[in-house]
């Protein structure tokens, strides 16, 4: 089938399956907090050997993106800080209290908001405190996300002594148009220097996120991003889809669809930066990741220990993911929870010495085979059914393999070359809820 008519049909709402079940799908009748603490001292006596990951949510921003869809709070009261910061290290003094040991973290990683919002000697409070009464793995990833427009050398400094060596920098598109309509505004020339300073400092890593498909982007300007991007040699690149949902994100209706580059426009974006980076070196990892063959997340990709959590990509795999702070989604393997989504009600729920767990999910045994499949097809491309496919999976499949997305050998489901650009739509077959249970309102965002 050509391309258009492949862009035509497999253009749906679906789900980045950072998890499965999906959170929509996450079923709270038979959730609670204390099968959430069992869940979690379960997972950590028999899996904690091999270390726990850490996600840690800086919520706060000066200013409001208007692309952005991650859980934000806009202010320039730089009061917030100190009071969120002992609100996290209360959250996680409970946790270290269900664990009953000192657990050894093996990945840790600030996100945001805009972690750089924070001043570095309150990040070193945070990190003083995180990493009190903790072991940490001689190959521990410690990474934070930055603004580039807020990062000084004190703030790498800071908290490269306390052994982060990867940074990710939020860049999205250098267009002057582009950076008006999305309010985010950061130049090459900041850029370059905060990359100097940090490859100086001592951090191996540095990744760009890049979008594509947002307001008034074009093949000309966005080429030009990732030329200027490429010279820069960032060791791994994340080219996310733009996800436009503004019946969550309302600052997305500051413009609307006909200023949104779609369908035919919108692939020949992506197809165009994933020709150029790769021509450039980088490797195609997984959904929307490149990397060099330098960095550890192609190593990880060749020698099949990529593994996919609510970060994203990552080259390290634990049974244990803790989140803490406002909206963080914490992952124990055979349950998820996430804690309150507003601020008010996550510190409300510290400071009355509440774990602060809103919701969450367990997995049933039919789940954790389905997110398996799903882990394997995101993470190694292939997937495969010692006892043979199922049927109702083989129907729907059917379609893929008619329009060569996937190969299917026997018992093994293996992604093509041109599948691996509609790997969220692969992944549905697999989707148990999702087939049972469609969707009355918009969930997620298109799939191109």
Wanted: aromatic share 10%; hydrophobic share 40%; glycine share 6%.
């Amino acid at each position: 089938m050509e391309t258009a008519a492949l862009l035509q049909k497999y253009n749906v709402a679906a789900p980045r399956y950072t998890s499965y079940p999906t959170v929509p799908y996450w079923d709270q009748n038979t959730f609670s907090q204390d099968k959430w603490i069992n869940a979690v001292q379960t997972i950590y006596a028999d899996q904690g050997a091999e270390g726990i990951s850490l996600y840690i949510h800086l919520p706060f921003c000066e200013s409001l993106c208007t692309y952005c869809g991650c859980n934000t709070r806009i202010t320039k009261n730089h009061a917030v800080e100190v009071p969120y910061i002992e609100a996290v290290l209360a959250e996680w003094k409970m946790y270290q209290h269900l664990l009953g040991s000192r657990p050894k973290i093996k990945e840790l990683h600030l996100g945001g908001g805009t972690p750089t919002f924070f001043q570095a000697e309150n990040l070193k409070v945070l990190m003083d405190g995180i990493l009190t009464e903790v072991e940490v793995s001689a190959d521990a990833t410690f990474s934070f996300e930055a603004h580039p427009a807020n990062t000084t050398e004190t703030h790498l400094q800071t908290l490269y002594q306390f052994g982060f060596k990867r940074l990710s920098l939020g860049i999205q598109d250098f267009d002057p148009k582009v950076q008006l309509m999305i309010n985010r505004f950061q130049t090459p020339q900041q850029v370059t220097a905060i990359m100097r300073q940090a490859r100086t400092i001592g951090f191996d890593s540095i990744n760009f996120d890049l979008i594509y498909g947002l307001p008034a982007q074009h093949i000309s300007g966005l080429s030009q991003t990732i030329k200027e991007v490429i010279d820069m040699r960032p060791d791994r690149i994340a080219f996310y889809s733009y996800a436009h949902v503004p019946w969550i994100k309302p600052g997305q209706r500051h413009y609307t669809v006909e200023d949104l580059p779609a369908g035919k426009e919108k692939f020949a974006l992506y197809q165009m930066g994933k020709n150029m980076l790769m021509e450039a070196g980088y490797m195609d990892v997984g959904m929307d990741h490149f990397a060099l063959t330098t960095d550890k997340l192609f190593t990880a990709s060749t020698k099949k220990k990529l593994h996919r959590n609510f970060m994203g990509y990552t080259d390290q795999h634990t049974h244990l993911l803790i989140g803490l702070g406002v909206s963080s989604i914490s992952d124990s393997w055979i349950a998820f929870a996430q804690n309150p989504k507003t601020v008010e009600a996550y510190l409300d729920q510290i400071n009355a010495g509440l774990l602060p767990v809103e919701k969450g999910h367990l997995l049933s045994a039919e789940d954790l085979e389905i997110r398996q499949h799903i882990l394997n097809m995101m993470c190694r491309e292939n997937t495969s059914y010692p006892e043979g496919i199922p049927e109702a999976i083989v129907q729907r499949l059917a379609p893929l393999i008619q329009d060569q997305l996937i190969r299917v050998s026997g018992n093994k489901i293996n992604i093509t070359q041109t599948g691996k650009s509609f790997l969220r739509n692969v992944c549905m077959a697999f989707d148990e809820k999702l087939w049972i249970r469609q969707p009355g309102t918009r969930l997620f965002s298109d799939a191109i």
